[in-house]
């Protein structure tokens, strides 16, 4: 099973927003809403952030949302803080046989 | 305080075995799937296995069926990976982590612990 496809890296100033696309198949992103993302500071574990495509777990700041179109779901962070600097990862549920497939990570630098 | 606590990594020879627990507490551990997910030095994550609530129902990654066997003991709040033949390939920080879904097995994980490091080498 083939990772999704992340950007490596994305970048912006502190106030600014950021977007990350996550791209998959019509075998996981484009069928089905159960898209997640998750942030790790360096040195750090995994954090949820984002949960069946848009919805965030209790905590998380409405800075964060989510989205998705077709087989590409998306990332925005907006009013970036220096604490969010950390390598992003999406995940998908996917109808192969191990029913989850994660992306490559792309890491955020805030200028 | 939700809390994960993986134990048992360390270095091993290729070939060789090894047995990983995650203790959990502050929740209803039997009442949740649960999952191993692996991360290589500078890499990124991989799903290892999974096993839902009642041990009904667990999966594997291609790279490690056959090999490596995921459990639970509801009594004691555990969860285990027990790894044989061990690769090269196989050495990462292995993360114990919960499914979101009470009663359902559904590939998000919504609590992490801090990992064990598995290094083999000989």
């Known amino acids: 099973q083939s990772a999704l496809t992340q950007p490596p890296s994305v970048s912006g100033s502190p106030g600014q927003s950021v977007t990350i696309s996550c791209t998959g198949t019509?075998?996981?992103?484009?069928?089905?809403?159960?898209v997640s993302w998750y942030q790790q500071p360096p040195g750090t574990a995994p954090k949820l952030m984002i949960y069946?495509?848009?919805n965030r777990p209790s905590g998380v700041p409405d800075r964060f949302s989510g989205s998705k179109s077709g087989n590409t779901a998306s990332l925005t962070i907006s009013g970036l803080q220096a604490e969010d600097e950390a390598d992003y990862y999406c995940?998908?549920?996917?109808?192969?046989?191990?029913?989850?497939?994660f992306g490559g990570g792309t890491k955020l630098t805030v200028l | 305080e939700v809390q994960l606590v993986e134990s048992g990594g360390g270095l091993v020879q290729p070939g060789r075995s090894l047995r990983l627990s995650c203790a959990a507490s502050?929740?209803?551990?039997?009442?949740?799937?649960m999952h191993w997910v692996r991360q290589a030095p500078g890499k990124g994550l991989e799903w290892v296995s999974g096993?839902?609530?009642?041990?009904?129902?667990?999966g594997y990654a291609d790279s490690v069926k056959g090999r490596f066997t995921i459990s639970r003991d509801n009594a004691k709040n555990s969860l285990y990976l027990q790894m044989s033949s061990l690769r090269a390939e196989d050495t990462a920080l292995y993360y114990c982590?919960?499914?979101?879904?009470?009663?359902?097995?559904?590939?998000?994980?919504?609590?992490w612990g801090k990992g064990t490091t598995v290094a083999v080498s000989s």
């Open positions: 982590a919960k499914d979101i879904k009470n009663g359902l097995y559904y590939y998000c994980m919504d609590v």
């Open positions: 502050g929740f209803t551990f039997d009442d949740y799937a």
């Open positions: 096993i839902s609530w009642n041990s009904g129902s667990i």
């Open positions: 019509s075998s996981d992103v484009g069928s089905y809403n159960r």
């Open positions: 069946e495509v848009s």
């Open positions: 995940s998908s549920y996917t109808s192969s046989s191990t029913h989850v497939v």
